[in-house]
């Protein structure tokens, strides 16, 4: 199990940027695919970004793809998600989330694939 903190939200402009940040504990982040998703209110969480375990291969929903751009510092234990052109419909909390494993599934984009969630950090875009 990881333990995962999410950090960077804010209220922004429409047409805004922000890094969002997520610091995992323990010795075995690089052996985990890691994942961004959003839920906004009264809607499902929905999947934004996943990275692999070394960083190489990155995968974005098909709204965010060209305005984010996902990361990963293994020496940190942190992955990024970099938000540019923020849309008021960017609006939701964002959770990082980790999958454990080497399998072929680390661009799910399916929750129940992930294991270990955090807490999530709230993005506010105003038009």
């Known amino acids: 199990q990881v333990q995962l903190v999410e950090s960077g939200g804010g209220l922004v402009q429409a047409g805004g940027s922000l890094r969002l940040s997520c610091a995992a504990s323990?010795?075995?982040?690089?052996?985990?695919?890691m994942a961004w998703f959003r839920q906004a209110p009264e809607r499902e969480r929905e999947f934004a970004a996943a990275?692999?375990?070394?960083?190489?291969?990155?995968t974005y929903a098909d709204s965010v793809k060209g305005r984010f751009t996902i990361s990963r510092d293994n020496a940190k234990n942190t992955v990024y998600l970099q938000m540019n052109s923020l849309k008021p419909e960017d609006t939701a909390v964002y959770y990082c989330?980790?999958?454990?494993?080497?399998?072929?599934?680390?661009?799910?984009?399916?929750?129940?694939?992930?294991?270990?969630w955090g807490q999530g950090t709230q993005v506010t875009v105003s038009s």
């Open positions: 989330a980790a999958q454990i494993g080497y399998g072929p599934s680390w661009d799910s984009r399916n929750s129940f694939d992930y294991n270990d």
């Open positions: 990275i692999s375990w070394t960083g190489a291969r990155t």
């Open positions: 323990g010795r075995t982040f690089s052996s985990y695919a």
